[in-house]
């Protein structure tokens, strides 16, 4: 049946597969003329559509070196394919997008060639979480696009925009909420531990863990409903019958432009910050390229580009963009983000994930 | 016309093409994915070519033992339901004109082309407190304020018969329609009412065609991934459900397929034993 489309259903899997095939078919003939060039793997769908129009064409413009983009496939099929084909000495793409959790296990084959700062203009900038470096100090991944989901609430159920997750616990929202159902896209591990436990640090251990866990039963009788198709979400917050949750921060903010009574706020413990680096394939033969176009990414102007855009928030410093308070809003905060605690989903993500499924399930 | 065994080997000829098709797509992937149940997982990569009976253990838990037995509850209330409801119906279609036996069956046919996301959605949507069913009652006074129906099983449960009801009634139409008439007949003529006749006669007449459409709905009922999901609460969710989550959100191939392959055993195992039942009690 179709089991195959109604797979990964989260939502920056789902745009990924979308679009994939008629762009990769629709590019690579009108850039064959171009001498210098690299393929470049991105999110398909959205990511990809917006890439395209707005951003590869400009970088081409500035450097002279043309780009394939190639629409990655979901989960982390697009990190096993670039590690078998690597052992074969090939890159399917040259740079690719690349999620943090498929950034670590990549670092564990050393399939990541190490990027040198010194060639990235505005390294210096960077904020510090967006450089992904291996254990032993080199580099392995630099932010591409990151993007935040926070607390989100229908205005006409919720006068009053609530300040803090806290708000999650509270009782009088029984049977209100609606949450991402798995731990390692929900993050709210992260977000009990730093509301409740002081940060994330708490989840250092196997003990903190089960704490966390343990306070994060307390949510279970508000929850309606768990999702992991977004559209099932993001239409009952529309409608009000389900009128709080975790959301994206960029959908929301543009269907409340469209005139729906939704909001998102950044609590007071922050937002949650995921987001995607840039990494290089070791089998790459054009990783001085790779390096140019990384540049280029990181440069303040492109960044305020892609925020303007794409809906993605700068891995950049505040003070050196060139985004106005609104436009800086409509994507980020300058509260203090949660981070994800992506180690525990490749060192512990077997147990996190049962824990979690009995949590929920049982 | 007598039948004659196949003494050469080009007899066996006309088999050949469903037993290729057989091989390429049923033997070659199920055999895949019974080595891959094997194989070690690699939380930090994927997986290793091993022989190994950890994923398997690691499934015979209370926690996943209960999940398995719901589902199979669930095919099977959904089974039990669709040919409760489809029989009678499928019945008192056949002695329908055949102007409205046909615009019935276009009608059926139509609801097939359907997907189950749009049939989740459309369910979600008449079940929705805002925008649902009970603002009709609402509007027409039997209730006092609009109401939620869903998540809970009963939203489930139906959004899964509705899914499968047009495919029992389409198996059944056939049968009911090939059902002598004579036996109804003398049925009546023998002082018989026709509640009676229908469940005296036409019900036991028809033990084989009911006991396959049940295994049918039964097997079709036991993948269904995307309802339990739209309509359910989390502990309505089928062991599809979390195949799909250790296949797609965890790269966890090796336990995805030792559960895929748990749940293909075991409905196999049921199927076979309804048939064992059955011709046992034929022979009786």
């Known amino acids: 049946m179709s089991e195959i489309l109604k797979g990964g259903i989260s939502r920056r899997t789902m745009l990924k597969a979308g679009v994939a095939a008629a762009g990769v078919l629709a590019m690579p003939a009108v850039l064959r003329a171009q001498e210098k060039s690299l393929k470049v793997g991105v999110y398909g769908g959205y990511f990809k559509k917006s890439f395209d129009n707005h951003i590869f064409p400009e970088f081409t413009k500035a450097t002279g070196i043309a780009v394939e983009s190639i629409a990655e496939p979901t989960g982390e099929a697009w990190l096993v394919q670039l590690e078998q084909a690597a052992r074969a000495g090939q890159a399917p793409a040259d740079v690719s997008m690349m999620s943090q959790v498929a950034t670590l296990k990549g670092q564990a084959t050393e399939l990541w060639t190490p990027i040198d700062i010194s060639k990235i203009k505005h390294g210096g900038d960077l904020l510090d979480r967006f450089i992904n470096k291996y254990p032993d100090g080199r580099i392995a991944g630099i932010g591409a696009v990151a993007w935040f989901i926070t607390l989100v609430t229908n205005t006409n159920v919720y006068k009053e925009a609530p300040t803090s997750w806290d708000a999650l616990w509270d009782p009088a929202n029984k049977d209100k909420l609606g949450l991402l159902a798995l731990a390692s896209n929900s993050f709210l591990l992260e977000v009990t531990a730093k509301t409740f436990m002081g940060g994330t640090n708490a989840l250092d251990t196997e003990e903190g863990l089960l704490k966390a866990f343990d306070k994060l039963a307390e949510v279970k009788p508000n929850v309606r409903l768990w999702y992991r198709d977004e559209a099932q979400f993001e239409q009952a917050l529309k409608s009000g019958e389900i009128p709080m949750g975790q959301y994206y921060h960029d959908v929301t903010g543009l269907a409340a432009a469209d005139g729906q009574p939704v909001r998102s706020t950044f609590p007071k413990e922050g937002g949650i910050q995921d987001s995607g680096n840039w990494v290089i394939s070791r089998a790459s033969k054009k990783a001085e390229e790779a390096h140019v176009f990384i540049d280029y990414m990181s440069q303040p102007s492109i960044q305020g580009l892609m925020s303007r855009k794409v809906g993605t928030a700068p891995t950049l410093k505040k003070d050196v963009l060139d985004l106005k308070p609104e436009e800086f809003a409509a994507v980020s905060s300058d509260i203090e983000p949660i981070i994800p605690r992506y180690d525990l989903y490749t060192t512990k993500a077997d147990w996190i994930n049962e824990k979690w499924t009995e949590l929920i399930v049982g | ?284």
């Open chain 2, 1 to 284: 016309m007598r039948r004659e065994a196949p003494n050469s080997l080009a007899d066996y000829g006309p088999l050949l093409y469903p037993a290729v098709m057989l091989v390429v797509f049923f033997v070659v992937p199920f055999s895949t994915m019974i080595a891959v149940s094997f194989f070690k997982r690699d939380p930090a990569g994927f997986y290793k070519t091993d022989f190994v009976l950890d994923n398997y253990a690691r499934f015979l838990t209370t926690f996943f033992g209960s999940v398995l037995g719901f589902s199979l509850m669930l095919a099977v209330l959904v089974a039990i339901c669709c040919v409760a409801i489809a029989f009678p119906f499928t019945y008192l279609l056949t002695k329908c004109s055949r102007k409205v036996q046909t615009v019935w069956l276009v009608c059926l046919l139509s609801v097939l082309s359907l997907s189950e996301v749009i049939i989740g959605f459309s369910w979600s949507t008449l079940f929705s407190r805002t925008a649902g069913v009970t603002n009709l009652l609402v509007a027409i006074g039997l209730m006092s304020e609009p109401q939620a129906l869903l998540p809970g099983f009963g939203a489930v449960l139906t959004g899964m018969v509705y899914q499968a009801l047009p495919y029992t009634i389409l198996v059944l139409y056939p049968a009911l329609v090939r059902l002598d008439p004579t036996l109804l007949e003398a049925a009546r003529t023998l002082g018989s009412s026709p509640v009676r006749a229908f469940f005296n006669v036409v019900t036991p007449a028809l033990r084989n065609t009911l006991v396959a459409t049940l295994i049918m709905v039964f097997v079709f009922a036991l993948g269904s991934y995307l309802l339990p999901q739209i309509l359910g609460r989390p502990q309505h969710w089928t062991l599809s459900v979390l195949i799909t989550d250790q296949a797609i959100y965890q790269s966890n191939m090796p336990f995805a397929a030792a559960m895929a392959v748990f749940l293909v055993l075991i409905s196999l195992a049921l199927v076979g034993l309804t048939l064992l039942v059955g011709r046992k009690e034929n022979a009786a």
